[in-house]
Every structure is written in structure tokens, then in C-alpha cells.
């Protein structure tokens, strides 16, 4: 009996102390980034370290609360970096929650991959994308407006014209590749205000941000052969093969 108890006040003890830790790293957390969610605790591969989600960025602490780290971590027997592996999970976006209404869609070849793009018709490297965009073959890309007035006062005036014209996929290409503002009038109802709000809450702060078919996330115009290795390796990981379906973006 004496050994049961003693067992039991073991494990309570250890409980305790793994709960204090636990409240010694969010302590810290919260010291150091007011205001913002601790999305996630966990171990990590290193004795005496927890790894911290916090507002979609990944940070290492130590169990006592006392040291934090901004990574990034990495395995050098696996040859893998794990704060990366952890930040893509942490940001992926389901393909499935976008609410493919609030886009325009553009189908090159057959269109069996899929794309969604983040996008403001003044970025310049959006265009540069939608350059190296135009010899990618067999693909579906959904264009989300995304005008970021604080760099481009003008961009959303052109994107509400590109969404008010009577085609939409060819005003963007013509916007995008000559600079053409649609003439007709801009007064319709657009979605651009959603479109801010949905990249927002996913922490979507430039364009153009694309987001691939697995729900992973590509930052800036990425050369031709790294966007075709990132399609692929998509490709692979997504379980959709099918025609998508437009649900309401979380």
C-alpha cells in the first residue's frame, strides 16, 4: 500500500511539474509577445527545449521559461530543417476552405494542377509571376485580388475595374501583361474586402503569396523550374484529383 501511494505521489508530482513548465514557457511567451496567440506547445528532438507556435511563427524555449530561441532548427543527421517543416504545416491553407467564387480563374492545357494566387495588379513581382505563369502548362489558377494600398494607392481601383469587366480572366492577363485598365465602369460588388479579411486571418502580408493544392504556401515569383518542382512535389502530397469545390473561405 505504502508503495502504491508513493507511485501515486510520484506521478502527481511529475504532472505538476510538467504543468509548471508548461505555464513558465506560455509566461515567457507572453511576456515577450504581448497580445499575441500561443497557437501550440510541444517537444522537440532536443532534451530540455519546447517548441512554440506563436502567431504562425515558430520559436524555441527552454522548459524552464527562461531562454527563447528564433530557430531555425536543424537535424544534421537527417539533413532536414525542422522549423521550416513546422512552419509550412503551421501555415498551410486547406485548398478546399477557399471560397473559389471570390476569385478569377484562368485554365491553361488541361488544368488538371491547381493554384490559388494572392495578387495585386501594381505588384511588380506579381507580374513577374504571371510571366513565368505564362509557359506553365496544364494548370487551373484562381486569382485572388488583393491590393495593398499602403504600397500601391491605385491597385485597388484596378482591381475593382478588372472585377467589374464583362471577362474577367482577360482584363487580368491584360492588366497583368500590358497594363491595360478595363475602360467600363468600376461599380459592381467585389469581393476584395473578404479577399483582405481571409488573408488576414492566414497571415498573408505580401503578394504574391500562392497557395498550391496540398495547402501549402509559395512567398514571391519563384523561377520557372523551382514553381514546377514546388507543382509537383504538390502534386504528390494532395489528395485532391479531383474538380474543386467552392466552400466558404475560413
Not at 488538371?112 to 513581382?125: G, K, L, Q
Not at 491590393?147 to 471577362?167: E, T
Request: glycine share 6%; charged share 20%.
Amino acid at each position: 500500500m505504502k508503495r502504491i501511494w508513493l507511485t501515486l505521489m510520484f506521478a502527481a508530482s511529475l504532472a505538476s511539474a510538467v504543468h509548471a513548465d508548461d505555464a513558465a514557457v506560455r509566461a515567457t511567451l507572453q511576456k515577450v509577445f504581448p497580445g499575441k496567440p500561443v497557437q501550440d506547445i510541444q517537444k522537440t528532438p532536443v532534451s530540455g527545449v519546447v517548441e512554440a507556435a506563436v502567431a504562425g511563427q515558430v520559436f524555441y524555449v527552454t522548459e524552464d521559461g527562461r531562454f527563447i530561441l528564433g530557430g531555425p532548427l536543424f537535424d544534421v543527421a537527417a539533413d532536414r530543417n525542422l522549423t521550416d517543416a513546422r512552419l509550412d504545416k503551421l501555415n498551410a491553407i486547406p485548398f478546399d476552405s477557399l471560397n473559389l467564387d471570390w476569385s478569377i480563374t484562368l485554365v491553361k492545357g488541361n488544368g488538371e494542377r491547381r493554384i490559388a494566387i494572392f495578387e495585386d495588379p501594381d505588384c511588380p513581382y506579381c507580374k513577374a509571376l504571371e510571366e513565368t505563369l505564362r509557359s506553365v502548362d496544364n494548370l487551373t489558377i484562381h486569382v485572388f485580388l488583393y491590393p495593398i494600398d499602403q504600397l500601391h494607392p491605385q491597385a485597388a481601383a484596378k482591381s475593382r475595374a478588372v472585377w467589374c469587366a464583362p471577362d474577367r480572366a482577360t482584363a487580368w492577363e491584360e492588366i497583368m501583361h500590358n497594363g491595360t485598365v478595363p475602360a467600363g465602369p468600376a461599380d459592381c460588388a467585389t469581393p476584395i474586402a473578404d479577399i483582405a479579411a481571409l488573408a488576414a486571418r492566414h497571415r498573408i502580408n505580401g503578394t504574391p503569396t500562392t497557395i498550391l493544392s496540398d495547402g501549402s504556401r509559395l512567398v514571391g515569383a519563384l523561377p520557372r523550374a523551382k514553381l514546377e518542382q514546388a507543382l509537383q512535389k504538390a502534386a504528390a502530397r494532395s489528395p485532391m484529383n479531383s474538380q474543386p469545390k467552392n466552400k466558404v473561405g475560413k
